[in-house]
């Protein structure tokens, strides 16, 4: 780790404060709490160390681990901020969080920030799938572990079904979306269209019907 | 075409349209995994998406299973740098000027426009997942409906259903 960058390091070098006890009196020397304060510096190893965590932690998904880390434990990002980010990868294709980490990393480092930040995030998740996999494959075919798969699986698609359902919510009263995420699921899920040319189609109608749609 | 191939064709092309995350894709992964490649079955698709659900990440590991499953650890590798290479080089990319177009017209109708898209792919996988795990008949639907109800309609925490289901499952009843 650099000697400048430690998260650790302001704490010690702090000046004495004219002290009213705040709650959070290292952070606000070195600026992180500031919207448009100094740049917020974090070393390349800090970065691996905080998106290896979140990745960590992230059972179930990651993204509200990740947030933790960056907005509440870390400070590296404001919430504002953060909500900017993620609205940013939550649009563009690919892992949302893989997408985040990307974004992150590369505001503080560039290229290598970013592959940085992706390799935390990815090296402790994979290798644990990968267990899995062996783990499956070895002792699989011992009576009840299918059983149970299958009933978890039967639980997990109402898991996602329902997740689905509540970001559903907002288009029930806005017709011509609720029509467009209807005629997806009944041709990807009933009809099984492949899903590049229903998106070369759909895609670009919904944006039009957005684009018109009085505010 | 080698399966080494084919994955990484396959998976680069669905990381550009993965609108709304992998979630959205897990249609389109079944479509090539199980109907034109045959690479895997319905009952073990499911299975699979269940223990990539079960290790801590990103949700994509389901990508890393489906690469082991066919081609042992090199498929795992390159199905899993697939799906996060092109994505992740877009983003890279677009997140240095996107700040730029923050209130224009044009992103704001394609953040609603592609937002129902997204959505309805989503509740494409959950019938997916839940058709995969339908061998025994109306017991597995009704656990489905069971979680998806309690999911909507409740607070509690969706990790009991899943635990649930998992004890009816050993028990023979699902």
Known sequence: ?215 | MSPLVSIAIRFAVLSLVAVGGVTAVIPEVHRIVVDVHHWASDAEFTQMFVIARAAPGPNMLLVTLIGWHVAGLPGALVATAAMVAPSCTLTYFVSRVWQRFRAARWRVALEAGLAPIAVGLVIATGWIVARGAQDTGWVAYAVTAATAALVVFTRVNPLWPLIAAGALGLLKVV
């Open chain 1, 1 to 215: 780790m650099g000697p400048r960058n430690g998260p650790q390091a302001p704490q010690a070098l702090a000046v004495p404060r004219r002290s009213r006890g705040t709650s959070r009196p290292a952070q606000s020397i070195i600026g992180r709490v500031s919207t448009s304060g100094p740049p917020i510096r974090v070393t390349l190893g800090e970065l691996y160390r905080g998106f290896f965590h979140a990745g960590a932690r992230g059972v179930g998904g990651v993204l509200p681990w990740v947030r933790r880390m960056l907005v509440e434990e870390r400070r590296w990002l404001t919430a504002a901020e953060f909500t900017d980010l993620f609205s940013l990868c939550n649009f563009l294709p690919g892992p949302n969080t893989v997408n985040l980490s990307i974004v992150v990393g590369a505001r503080f480092h560039g290229v290598r920030g970013a592959l940085t930040a992706l390799a935390g995030m990815l090296t402790l998740p994979l290798a644990v799938v990968l267990l899995l996999a062996a783990l499956y494959a070895r002792f699989g075919a011992l009576p009840g572990i299918d059983a149970v798969l299958r009933g978890i699986g039967a639980a997990a698609g109402g898991l996602v079904l329902a997740t689905g359902v509540k970001m559903a919510a907002p288009f029930l009263r806005r017709p011509r979306a609720l029509a467009v995420l209807l005629v997806t699921f009944a041709v990807i899920a009933l009809l099984r269209w492949p899903l590049v040319p229903v998106l070369l189609a759909l895609a670009p109608l919904s944006v039009l019907a957005a684009w018109f749609r009085r505010p």
